[in-house]
């Protein structure tokens, strides 16, 4: 069974407010994503990371910023919400190559 | 860059057999599998690296035909738990790209 977490499950908060959605893994992966999925539709990915101080955009267009100053942490942050940021974000991890994600239960976001 | 998947969704009833497909007008290096329940994170299935490989495990199997660029994951005798929405998946350019999902619901 995969051992990855995310903090809160979810979150309904008002517009403007600063947000990070915690994410940790306890696999020892290197690889790390962050995911957005609006109901019934597909991932799109918005964050990647290699490894300590490696974090990439994914091709969606997010205002979201990550960090990986830890391996096992890969926190997502979002200075300033809007309506537009509701959504559910599901991080995973993985061993790097081509390897099998491992997912969390996602943070489903609601912004008023 | 998005596989398209095929079809949208499917009802089927116990014990009946399914196929869904996955296809890109790009090349294919790799296919992933996953199913998501309804409300659940997505959940790996297998992966398929080579063109011509197929797997499977349970009623579960996929093959991947690299030249044709698609890849296809079969389901027979299809119980209950299949229900969910399935998603494969590539990797391209450092990046990872999820098909458009097919809804398959599984009925007594």
């Known amino acids: 069974e995969a051992d990855i977490y995310q903090t809160p499950r979810y979150l309904v908060i008002g517009t403007g407010k600063k947000i990070t959605l915690e994410c940790s893994q306890t696999?020892?992966?290197?690889?790390m994503y962050w995911y957005q999925q609006d109901p019934g539709m597909e991932l799109h990915l918005i964050h990647y990371?290699?490894?300590?101080?490696?974090?990439e955009k994914g091709d969606l267009s997010s205002e979201s910023t990550v960090s990986r100053i830890r391996t096992e942490h890969f926190p997502l942050t979002l200075e300033s919400a809007r309506p537009s940021h509701t959504s559910q974000y599901l991080c995973?991890?993985?061993?790097?190559?081509?390897?099998?994600?491992?997912f969390g239960d996602g943070t489903r976001l609601s912004i008023l | 860059q998005q596989p398209v998947q095929s079809p949208q969704a499917v009802i089927l009833r116990e014990g009946e057999d399914a196929v869904i497909n996955c296809s890109s007008s790009k090349a294919l290096y790799s296919v992933h599998w996953y199913r998501q329940k309804h409300g659940e994170a997505p959940v790996f299935l297998m992966i398929?690296?080579?063109?011509?490989e197929q797997k499977g495990h349970d009623k579960i199997s996929a093959s991947f035909n690299e030249k044709k660029q698609q890849s296809s994951l079969y389901l027979t005798a299809s119980q209950l738990s299949y229900s969910g929405t399935y998603f494969c998946?590539?990797?391209?350019?450092?990046?990872?790209?999820f098909g458009t999902g097919t809804s398959l619901t599984v009925i007594p």
């Open positions: 995973a991890s993985s061993e790097l190559g081509d390897q099998p994600q491992h």
């Open positions: 998946g590539t990797p391209k350019a450092n990046q990872f790209y």
């Open positions: 990371s290699y490894g300590v101080n490696s974090t």
């Open positions: 398929l690296l080579k063109g011509g």
């Open positions: 696999m020892g992966h290197d690889k």
